[in-house]
């Protein structure tokens, strides 16, 4: 994460700093994710969740063995942080109204402290009950990049229909895995934890430095997705005007 935060920010010094918003927002990305395993990696950032389970015999009491299970909370900072600005890349892209960019991102941020307050959970209903709200977030995530977000790029040309198609469509795949992962894992206690930490590492990696150098190469390549920032963005204020977002003049 680190080492692709300076690639991306290294990028951004190559082009002027009107066409650097999807490499700022992506920077971050990669930058608050190094700092969440570095915290990981140190020890910071984790907490214990302390369960019980009940095991009903026929002929003997009922038995309970409590358990305590990591939950490295630091992970969901990260995410209540990134997947945002990851949402934000994408709307952008597509042209999404700045209605629709808040409800997907309040949805967003819903899903994952939701996700968290079910990673603390200690009975079931506790648990799977913030976990099937976290998945109603999400469904509202996926209907305002598939449904909202299609139709905001079908007014734009071909190309950047077939990469919002492709980009939006890998996004989701990656994210729907996430879930499952927790599932497994926090919710159901099916994975240990050393799997749970390899999966949700390789997922990151494909949500986060795969997708932000995918997004930006494909980005420098095509100048009618190149939003251009003027007036305060640029030049602060003064005599430029207001913020404008827009395509290239020429596009």
């Known amino acids: 994460m680190a080492i692709s935060s300076l690639v991306i920010y290294g990028l951004a010094f190559r082009v002027p700093v009107q066409k650097r918003l999807f490499h700022v927002l992506t920077a971050f990305i990669t930058t608050f994710a190094f700092l969440s395993y570095f915290a990981l990696a140190t020890g910071d950032g984790i907490s214990f969740n302390t369960y019980t389970v009940t095991e009903s015999h026929k002929r003997v009491p009922d038995t309970h063995q409590t358990y305590k299970r990591e939950v490295y909370w630091a992970r969901y900072v990260d995410w209540s942080i990134t997947t945002p600005l990851l949402l934000l890349d994408l709307a952008l892209l597509a042209g999404l109204s ?32 913030w976990y099937a709200i976290a998945c109603i977030a999400y469904l509202v995530v996926v209907y305002q990049l598939a449904f909202n977000g299609r139709q905001a790029v079908a007014a734009k040309d071909s190309k950047t229909k077939a990469f919002y ?54 980005h420098d390549s095509m100048s009618s997705t190149t939003p251009s920032l003027e007036g305060f963005w640029s030049q602060g204020f003064g005599s430029q005007g207001t913020l404008r977002v827009g395509d290239d003049d020429d596009a």
């Open 98 to 129: 700045g209605a629709n960019i808040l409800v997907a991102v309040v949805a967003d941020i819903i899903m994952i402290l939701t996700g968290l307050f079910a990673a603390f959970g200690t009975k079931g209903s506790q648990t799977w009950g």
């Open 165 to 218: 198609a492709s980009i939006a469509g890998f996004t989701l795949v990656v994210w729907t895995l996430y879930p499952i992962i927790w599932g497994l894992s926090e919710g159901g206690h099916v994975i240990n934890v050393d799997s749970e930490i390899v999966a949700y590492a390789v997922l990151d990696i494909l949500a986060k430095p795969v997708f932000g150098f995918w997004l930006l190469f494909t």
